[in-house]
């Protein structure tokens, strides 16, 4: 019977010989197709690869796979693609027909070198049949020095009636500080009449705010801010 002590010897000597084959780490550089992580425990960047499906960007924390020689990184934790903010309402905005904010989400900060989709939803309806322009704009009341892009336009086909409002918009900050305490507003403006964005408990309107993967070069058609 082998005593206690040289069987742990042995186990440590085993896992000492064992080659991992997986890791975790923290991306430190991404240039082109050249990825650098240092593995947990290590503060050294090492070249690495990864798949082509995983969207890589630094200080992202990654999973790697041993193949061969080559660490691979074959996935990435969550923080990209996730929701970080959203505004919502239950019930509805007031009429507006010049343009004016109806929803707005306030206190964001947009992080450097990061892309960031907005996603909008709800109902919109006209006082008469119009169409209505959304937009995203930089703070809750106007004058907008800056010009945050477009959801687009809506029509409303007959008076006092809801339609659905689903609208998609990327705004980047590609500075390499910071851009703290913003208010993000949706504003609407009517063509004639006035138009609401329509909230109910049942159907609430809404404004997310997605952090996407990659870098601003990765997201040409991203709006800056």
């Known amino acids: 019977m082998w005593g206690t002590d040289l069987i742990r010897l042995i ?14 780490g923290t991306v430190a550089d991404v240039s082109g197709t050249a990825v650098t992580v240092a593995f947990d ?12 499906h995983v969207q890589v960007y630094p200080n992202a924390r990654v ?3 041993r193949n061969g020689s080559d660490w691979v990184i074959v996935g990435v934790f969550g923080g990209a693609g996730d929701l970080v903010a959203v505004a919502s309402d ?26 960031y989709r907005l ?9 008469v049949a119009n169409y209505s322009l959304w937009r995203v704009r930089d703070r809750a009341a106007g004058p907008w020095p800056v010009d945050w892009g477009q959801f687009g336009h809506y029509p409303a086909y007959s008076a006092a009636n809801p339609y659905a409002l ?10 390499d500080v910071p851009v703290i305490e913003q208010t993000i ?9 006035t138009v609401i964005h329509v909230g109910s408990p049942t159907t609430p309107r809404y404004l997310e705010v997605h952090r996407m993967p990659g ?3 990765d997201w040409p058609h991203a709006c800056p801010i």
Do not use: M
Request: hydrophobic share 40%; charged share 10%.
């Open 215 to 217: 870098s601003p070069a």
């Open 185 to 193: 507003a949706v504003t609407a403006q009517a063509s004639t009449g």
């Open 11 to 24: 186990d440590t000597r085993i896992q000492a010989a064992r080659q991992l084959v997986t890791a975790v």
């Open 119 to 127: 996603r909008l939803g709800g109902q919109q309806q006209g006082s």
């Open 166 to 175: 689903i609208g998609e918009h990327y705004l980047t900050n590609t500075t």
């Open 63 to 65: 999973t790697l796979i």
């Open 90 to 115: 239950t019930g509805s905005s007031a009429a507006v027909s010049s343009e004016a904010a109806v929803l707005t989400l306030s206190g964001f900060t947009f992080e450097p070198q990061t892309v």
């Open 41 to 52: 425990g290590s503060q050294v960047p090492v070249p690495v690869k990864a798949h082509a």
